[in-house]
C-alpha cells in the first residue's frame, strides 16, 4: 500500500474566501440608485477634493433656518478652546418655550474627522430627538483633519464639554444629565471623550451614543477586510482617514486611546453606552468588540447589529423600514436613560 506522503510545513490549506453579508434589499436599491459611475475611494491624493465636494453638498444650514419657524432656539457660542488653542464653537438649540434645566445631548457630527460641520447634523437631531425627549442640543464643531490632527480635534470637543457643563446654569441645562454621541467619526470622538473625561476627572456623562462609530486606526478586522470595495466606505478609504487624523503616529504601538478608543485596555467606570453598527459595513467587528470590552469590564452597553446595513444606512436611506427600526431604537435608549426608573411605565414581565 503506497502512504501519501504528507504536506510540507510550508503549504499552508488556501484561506476561506470572505464572502460578505447580503445587503438588506430596501438599502441595496437606494444605495444602487444613487450610485453614479466608478466606485471613487478617497486616497490622500483625492483628499482635498473629498473636502471640497463634502463643503458643497453638505452646506450649513444658517440660525435662522434651525429655529424651524420658532419651535427652536437656537444661539451659536464661542467658546475658549485648549490651553493656547483657538476658541470652539459651540451650536446650542433647545426646543421654544421649554423651562427648567433641561438634559443635554452634546453631540459630534461625523464625516472621517476630514469633513461635517456642526449645523448640518441639527435638523433632524431637532426634530426627532430635542423636541420629542424635551432635550437641549450642542453640536461642537471642532478642527479637522489633516490641518488639525490628533489631538487637536478631541482636545476641541473636550473643551467645549467642560465649558458646557462649567455653565449649566446659564445655558439652563441639567450638568447629571449630559449624554455625549455621535455618529461614525464623531461616535468615535464621543467614546474617546467619554474615555478622557473619566481619565482627566472631568465632567461625568450620563450615557453615551456611539452611532457606527469609527474606533480603530488598525483595520485589522475580519468586517474591515471582508467588506472591501463595498458599501459606502471601506478599508482603503478608512486608512486614508485615519492616516489624515493621526500623521506621524499612524500605525504607531503606542498609540494612545484617546487617538482611537479600540486601542483602550481598561473600559471600566465609563458611563452605559448604546452601540449599532450594520452587519455589512467594516465598523462591525470593532462596534461588537467595543461593547464586549464594555462587558467585560463590568459596564453596561447595549449593542445592536442591523442586519444587511451598510456605514451610515439611516442617513443614506431614511426612509427605509430598517432605518426607521434603527432610529426608533436609539429614540427608546435615550429615553429610557433620561427617565428615572421609579417613574417608568413598562410592562411588568410574567416569568415562564
Not at 464572502?19 to 430596501?26: N, R
Not at 466606485?39 to 458643497?56: G, I
Not at 419651535?71 to 483657538?86: K, N, Y
Request: with cysteine; glycine share 8%.
Amino acid at each position: 500500500m503506497t502512504v501519501p506522503s504528507a504536506r510540507p510545513e510550508s503549504v499552508s490549506a488556501p484561506a476561506p474566501k470572505a464572502v460578505p453579508p447580503p445587503f438588506d434589499p430596501e438599502l441595496d436599491a437606494v444605495l444602487t440608485a444613487l450610485s453614479k459611475g466608478p466606485r471613487q475611494l478617497l486616497t490622500p491624493d483625492n483628499l482635498h477634493a473629498w473636502q471640497e465636494r463634502d463643503a458643497t453638498a453638505r452646506p450649513r444650514p444658517a440660525v435662522e433656518d434651525l429655529r424651524a419657524d420658532g419651535r427652536f432656539d437656537v444661539t451659536e457660542l464661542l467658546v475658549p478652546g485648549p490651553p493656547g488653542e483657538p476658541d470652539v464653537t459651540l451650536v446650542s438649540a433647545r426646543p421654544s418655550g421649554l423651562t427648567g434645566p433641561l438634559p443635554l445631548l452634546y453631540y459630534m457630527h461625523g464625516g472621517a474627522m476630514i469633513m461635517g460641520n456642526a449645523w448640518s447634523v441639527l435638523p433632524r437631531i431637532l426634530r426627532e430627538w430635542a423636541a420629542a425627549l424635551e432635550l437641549a442640543v450642542i453640536s461642537v464643531e471642532y478642527r479637522l483633519a489633516p490641518h488639525a490632527q490628533y489631538p487637536h480635534p478631541l482636545e476641541d470637543c473636550y473643551a467645549g464639554l467642560s465649558w458646557a457643563a462649567g455653565h449649566a446654569a446659564e445655558l439652563d441645562i441639567d450638568p447629571d444629565r449630559i449624554i455625549i454621541g455621535g455618529k461614525s467619526a464623531g461616535g468615535g470622538l464621543a467614546a474617546a471623550l467619554a474615555l478622557l473625561a473619566r481619565d482627566r476627572g472631568g465632567p461625568r456623562a450620563l450615557g453615551q451614543l456611539l452611532l457606527c462609530p469609527m474606533l480603530d486606526d488598525r483595520n485589522s478586522t475580519f468586517s474591515s477586510h471582508q467588506m472591501t470595495g463595498l458599501g459606502t466606505w471601506d478599508l482603503t478609504s478608512n486608512a486614508t482617514a485615519w492616516q489624515a487624523l493621526l500623521g506621524a503616529r499612524y500605525g504607531a504601538e503606542d498609540l494612545p486611546p484617546y487617538a482611537a478608543p479600540s486601542r483602550a485596555t481598561d473600559l471600566s467606570g465609563l458611563p452605559p453606552a448604546y452601540i449599532d453598527v450594520g452587519s455589512a459595513e467594516m465598523f462591525r467587528d470593532e462596534g461588537v468588540a467595543y461593547a464586549n470590552a464594555i462587558w467585560q469590564a463590568g459596564g453596561e452597553a447595549e449593542l445592536h447589529v442591523w442586519p444587511g446595513a451598510y456605514h451610515g444606512f439611516d442617513s443614506i436611506a431614511p426612509e427605509a423600514a430598517l432605518s426607521r427600526e434603527a432610529r426608533n431604537t436609539r429614540t427608546r435608549w435615550l429615553q429610557r436613560l433620561l427617565t428615572p426608573s421609579h417613574t417608568r411605565t413598562d410592562p411588568a414581565v410574567t416569568p415562564f
